[in-house]
């Protein structure tokens, strides 16, 4: 989380605000309940625990040496809530109208003294946009790393089920529930149109020989002795577990298979 403070004015009142990597507000307790007329050490009896956190700032002074208290957004929402003040009502539409929209859409709060600020102050105007670009590729990074992590924990869950061999519908439902929308009829159809399986013939189904050599398949074999006495043999291809993971990990990115 970012500790520089961007100050907006309500009515002639300092409200302080930090932007965590996200991009999501956190608001200065002591400047909210100034505010909407809250004691301060009740903060804590009146918000979840993921609604409150102590942050240090070289911007704020410090209390008996303790990190100030922040609260976010839907914190605030609730401070706003149990206030009995007027002002709480008006201060509630100039944070959800003013100050957030602006936040969200240009990383700052863009009141008019920053922007005059700005305009006339080169230095301000490029200090501005360089934090700007900075909290935007922060934000971008860790957005990516939350999309990476969710699909190696997508790839880990199916590695589990990768210790035996398995049949081509099981395979289909490993990937239904890993984010794929589909079922075992429609995998069969993908796997001969993209030549993992034999289109035509006796052999329809059957592994080709590029599954086969990459250890894809194996070819389950099931002696029937039938009532005449004669017997046949059943073949079944099976997903190999090195299989599994190859097509999972083949999908991933792929939510639905249209064929």
Same mark, same amino acid.
């Given at each position: 989380m970012?500790?520089?403070?961007q100050?907006?004015?309500?009515?002639g009142?300092?409200?302080?605000?930090?932007?965590?990597e996200h991009?999501?507000p956190?608001f200065?307790?002591?400047?909210?309940?100034?505010?909407?007329?809250?004691a301060?050490?009740?903060?804590?009896?009146? &918000?979840?625990a993921?609604?409150?956190t102590?942050?240090?700032?070289t911007?704020?002074?410090q209390n008996g040496g303790?990190a100030?208290?922040?609260v976010?957004?839907?914190?605030?929402?609730?401070?706003v &809530? !149990?206030s009995r003040?007027?002002e709480?009502r008006?201060?509630? !539409?100039?944070?959800?109208h003013?100050?957030l929209?602006?936040?969200?859409?240009h990383?700052?709060y863009?009141?008019e003294?920053?922007?005059?600020?700005?305009v006339?102050?080169p230095?301000f &105007?490029?200090?501005?946009a360089?934090?700007i670009?900075?909290?935007?590729?922060?934000?971008e990074?860790?957005q990516?790393?939350?999309?990476?992590m969710?699909l190696?924990a997508?790839f880990a869950?199916?590695?589990?089920?990768?210790?035996t061999?398995? &049949?081509v519908?099981?395979?289909?439902?490993?990937?239904k529930g890993?984010?794929?929308?589909?079922?075992?009829t429609r995998l069969f159809a993908?796997?001969?149109d993209n030549?993992?399986?034999?289109?035509?013939?006796?052999?329809?189904?059957?592994p080709?020989?590029?599954?086969m050599?990459?250890?894809?398949?194996?070819?389950k074999e099931t002696?029937?002795?039938?009532?005449?006495?004669?017997t046949?043999?059943?073949?079944t291809?099976k997903?190999?577990?090195?299989?599994q993971?190859?097509?999972v990990?083949?999908?991933?990115?792929? !939510?639905?298979?249209?064929?």
């Amino acid at each position: 989380m970012s500790n520089q403070i961007q100050p907006f004015d309500f009515n002639g009142i300092q409200v302080r605000v930090l932007t965590d990597e996200h991009g999501n507000p956190w608001f200065l307790g002591a400047d909210v309940c100034a505010i909407l007329g809250t004691a301060t050490n009740h903060i804590r009896e009146y &918000l979840d625990a993921d609604e409150i956190t102590n942050i240090r700032s070289t911007d704020i002074a410090q209390n008996g040496g303790k990190a100030p208290v922040f609260v976010s957004e839907s914190g605030l929402y609730s401070l706003v &809530l !149990r206030s009995r003040k007027p002002e709480a009502r008006e201060f509630k !539409r100039w944070v959800t109208h003013e100050v957030l929209p602006s936040i969200r859409r240009h990383g700052a709060y863009m009141t008019e003294s920053t922007l005059e600020k700005a305009v006339t102050e080169p230095d301000f &105007l490029i200090r501005l946009a360089t934090q700007i670009k900075q909290e935007r590729a922060e934000k971008e990074k860790a957005q990516a790393q939350v999309e990476r992590m969710r699909l190696k924990a997508l790839f880990a869950d199916a590695v589990e089920t990768s210790k035996t061999s398995i &049949l081509v519908g099981d395979l289909a439902k490993v990937l239904k529930g890993n984010g794929v929308d589909i079922g075992g009829t429609r995998l069969f159809a993908w796997l001969r149109d993209n030549g993992w399986l034999m289109k035509t013939g006796s052999s329809r189904n059957m592994p080709t020989q590029k599954s086969m050599e990459l250890g894809l398949f194996e070819i389950k074999e099931t002696t029937v002795v039938h009532s005449d006495g004669h017997t046949t043999i059943n073949k079944t291809p099976k997903v190999t577990g090195k299989g599994q993971t190859f097509f999972v990990n083949k999908f991933l990115g792929h !939510r639905e298979i249209t064929q």
